[in-house]
């Protein structure tokens, strides 16, 4: 069993979005500049969204924290969003989610100027990524393609099972995974709740991609022996073990099933690390203009 390391592969890609972050800062006299408007105070939103922020200041671009109370009306959000929209210093725009339940998330995500969409929820995005063409890819599902790119692991013929269809994880990494590309060129089952046999469909992965919101869901006797096992789980459990207060466990039962595995990715250290790095990896691209160009 080989460890798909977090941890290591997003420090080594950090050192490389940095440089070329220098270059850009170098030639235009600005840093890249990410904004993350967060509406409300939920914990793991607020973990999250200061975690994107400490990282942009490691790699040297600059972020913008806009905060709102949870009684912030759509219409103001959105008139926000218009705003940073024409904004020509402000180069990505992310709004974390969940938001609170009077505010439309397809609005909202709507609103936002695909060009500046760095989280890639855009449908114009998610219609290129189908494509195949230059887009902002999903942040976590791009993380888990340069991880696996990162390893050189082989993914063409192979059949990946995806666990969970949410438009932000699991219904991108299917279309990637079966996108002509490498990584990529897959045969992809994607499988959801209402999935006959859960069982028998993920035995049958050669990758399998867990992305549920259950702790330990995908147990050894679910696993075939050799798989590639990439897990997004991130669930949260109170903890006295632990400085934070709280405990992460992921969504595959990693003691049992890591023997199994050929590769397989920790919780923590794994795929939330990467998630960061696509992220910064599309801030740049935004702030480069390399994917719609400036102007
Ligand atoms: P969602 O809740 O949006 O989607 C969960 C998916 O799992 C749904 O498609 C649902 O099916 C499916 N599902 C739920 N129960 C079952 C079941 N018993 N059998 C089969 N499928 C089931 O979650 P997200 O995709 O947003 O997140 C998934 C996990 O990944 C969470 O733990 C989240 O915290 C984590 N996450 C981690 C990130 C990272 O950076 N590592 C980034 C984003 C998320 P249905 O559609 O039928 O309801």
């Known amino acids: 069993m080989n460890i798909l390391d977090g941890k290591e592969v997003s420090a080594k890609i950090k050192e490389d979005i940095k440089v ?10 600005r840093k890249p500049h990410l904004v993350a408007i967060l509406v409300g105070n939920d914990g793991g939103s607020e973990t999250y969204v200061a975690s994107k922020m400490r990282n942009c200041e ?21 008139a926000k969003i218009q705003e940073i929209n024409k904004d020509p210093n402000i180069d990505g725009l992310i709004v974390q989610l969940p938001l609170p339940a009077h505010i439309d998330p397809d ?6 100027d695909h060009r500046k969409d760095v989280d890639g929820f855009h449908p114009i995005n998610l219609g290129r990524m189908q494509r195949n063409l230059p887009c902002f890819i999903p942040a976590t599902p791009y993380g888990i393609i340069l991880m696996l790119a990162h390893y050189g692991i082989d993914t063409a013929g192979k ?9 932000i994880v699991g219904s991108p990494m299917s279309i990637l995974l079966a996108r002509n590309s490498n990584p990529g060129n897959c045969t992809v089952t994607l499988t959801h709740s209402r999935t006959k046999d859960l069982k028998t469909e993920v035995l049958r992965g050669d990758i399998i991609v867990a992305a549920i919101g259950k702790k330990n869901f995908v147990t050894a006797d679910m696993v075939k022996e050799g798989a590639i096992v990439i897990d997004v789980g991130i669930n949260r459990e109170n903890s006295t073990e632990t400085k934070s207060g709280f405990k992460l466990y992921g969504d595959v039962d990693f003691d049992n099933v890591a023997p199994k595995a050929s590769w397989i990715t920790p919780v923590p250290g794994g795929v939330g690390l990467m998630t960061i790095v696509g992220l910064l990896k599309n801030t740049l691209e935004a702030a480069k203009g390399t994917i719609y160009p400036k102007g």
Do not use: Q
């Open 20 to 29: 070329e972050a220098a270059a850009f800062t170098a030639a235009s006299g």
């Open 58 to 78: 490691l790699v040297g671009f600059e972020s913008t924290n806009i905060r709102y109370d949870v009684e912030v009306s759509e219409a103001e959000l959105i």
């Open 107 to 112: 609005k909202v995500t709507e609103a936002i």
């Open 159 to 167: 059949h990946a099972v995806v666990v969970g269809r949410s438009n």
